[in-house]
């Protein structure tokens, strides 16, 4: 095959770890959204832990992004 | 399809070259040093009437004091006080920097993986050198978690280990990847509008469409650059909790 062929299938493989970024968001809005329903007041202690854990995964997400944009643009 | 990496090229404005070091006056440079401007005059003029009852940019600058402030008492304690001063200057130029990308043609520097690199690894290297200086070899027990059966040591004691090097590289990819990642979806879908405009009629009522995804990522960008700068800031609390005080 190839280079550019494989070079484009590449890309589209490397995107394949977002599945896991978005179940892993989806956990941990759920969590939130559960723990202030139960409890309100809990949204004072969790919300700076909610967005630090959302910024942690959310890299793993942007990682993919940044080796698909590698893989994708570059000769 | 255009470039989307383009925008990332640091291009030097006045080229210096001392001793075959290349030292030019970088866009990069420039808008560090437009950082450093915008926060010098943000927090000079807020402060000049020095109310006790605060105007809007006063309580502007004290919210930005008060988040870095109950941030470092809250995660290193009391002694952390001393970190006070540049757990905010890095803070502000992450901050800046990451807002300051979001101005259309402008630089942002903090998505350069040298820039943020550089700022994780002076942490981590403070926080070795001071951990070792004032605990000793001590701080070695860091690696050595209590509670844990001695059988146990020589495999968990290399994966703290790791553990541990690994920390300076996803702190500073962390921030590197998430601006670059940003500005390479804004710039993907401009693409998309200046292609569509190309296709004719049709295409330049339908090239609408990208840009209102282009003005809600940038809302989304916007939100990215504040959580980002505030991350940084707090892990770097987090990592400098170690010279205080051995955990575990």
């Known amino acids: 095959m190839e280079v550019e062929a494989m070079k484009l299938l590449a890309s589209a493989l490397v995107l394949l770890p977002l599945m896991g970024v978005g179940i892993g968001l989806g956990l941990i809005f759920a969590a939130y959204n559960l723990a202030v329903g139960r409890n309100p007041n809990a949204s004072d202690v969790l919300e700076k832990k909610f967005w630090l854990t959302f910024a942690f995964v959310e890299m793993f997400g942007l990682v993919t992004i940044v080796a698909w944009a590698l893989l994708f643009f570059t000769a | 399809m255009a470039d989307p990496l383009h925008q990332f090229v640091i291009e030097p404005i006045v080229p210096l070259n ?10 990069s440079s420039l808008w560090m040093m437009a950082s450093i401007g915008v926060s010098f005059v943000l927090f000079n003029t807020a402060m000049r009437r020095k109310a006790l009852v605060p105007g809007r940019l006063q309580v502007l600058v004290e919210m930005f004091y008060q988040m870095v402030s109950d941030m470092v008492k809250s995660t290193i304690g009391p002694e952390g006080r001393r970190y006070f001063p540049l757990i905010f200057t890095i803070f502000m130029l992450v901050l800046m920097g990451n807002l300051l990308g979001l101005i ?20 981590f290297l403070a926080v070795v050198v001071i951990g070792l200086a004032r605990h000793g070899v001590h ?16 495999f968990l004691v290399p994966i703290e280990i790791i553990s541990y090097i690994a920390r300076p590289i996803t702190h500073s990819v962390r921030l590197f990847a998430n601006m670059m990642a940003g500005h390479i979806m804004l710039k993907v879908f401009a693409g998309f509008s200046v292609a569509l405009i190309t296709t004719g009629a049709v295409g330049v009522a339908a090239s609408a469409v990208p840009v209102l995804v282009n003005a809600a990522l940038i809302a989304f960008e916007l939100l990215i650059a504040l959580l980002q700068a505030y991350v940084f800031a707090i892990l770097a609390c987090i990592y400098l909790k170690d010279t205080v005080e051995i955990a575990h």
């Open chain 2, 139 to 154: 701080f070695l027990s860091l690696f050595a978690p209590a509670g844990v059966p001695v059988i146990l040591y020589p």
């Open chain 2, 18 to 27: 001392i001793g075959g070091v290349d030292v030019s006056f970088t866009n």
């Open chain 2, 104 to 123: 259309p043609y402008s630089f942002t520097y903090t998505s350069h993986i040298i820039v943020t690199a550089a700022l994780s690894f002076m942490i």
